[in-house]
């Protein structure tokens, strides 16, 4: 049985750094999609990271230049360092799998995307 199991979430003040963690249990890296949601209160689920599994990554714009997705394959585990969050990033944070992971979700843990995890609290504030 897949799972996803997420740590690292917390608070954390702007400007500072935070990693997520994802580790992975019986998915084969070169065949999926990893990759981060999150949805804050009052807002859609938004994809906000992907590390495909041709190694390309892809990030939403409002993060492009502060987040970075990395994996680990020998530990199963992918990754998401947070540089200068900002308020803005405060979200309950998902990592997902699937073959191809969609932006059109019609929320964080939609059950067309095939694995999601449970899911963990990142807040940013001073």
């Known amino acids: 049985e897949v799972q996803l199991l997420e740590s690292g979430g917390g608070s954390v003040q702007p400007g500072g750094s935070l990693r997520l963690s994802c580790t992975a249990s019986?998915?084969?890296?070169?065949?999926?999609?990893m990759g981060w949601y999150r949805q804050a209160p009052g807002r859609e689920c938004e994809l906000v990271a992907t590390f495909t599994y041709n190694r390309q990554t892809y990030y939403t714009d409002s993060v492009k230049g502060r987040f970075a997705i990395s994996r680990d394959v020998a530990k199963k585990t992918v990754y998401l360092q947070m540089y200068n969050p900002k308020p803005g990033d405060t979200a309950v944070y998902y990592c997902?799998?699937?073959?191809?992971?969609?932006?059109?979700?019609?929320?964080?843990?939609?059950?067309?995307?095939?694995?999601w995890g449970q899911g963990t609290q990142v807040t940013v504030s001073s």
């Open positions: 997902a799998a699937d073959k191809y992971l969609r932006t059109d979700v019609s929320g964080c843990l939609d059950r067309r995307v095939e694995y």
């Open positions: 019986d998915i084969d890296f070169d065949d999926y999609d």
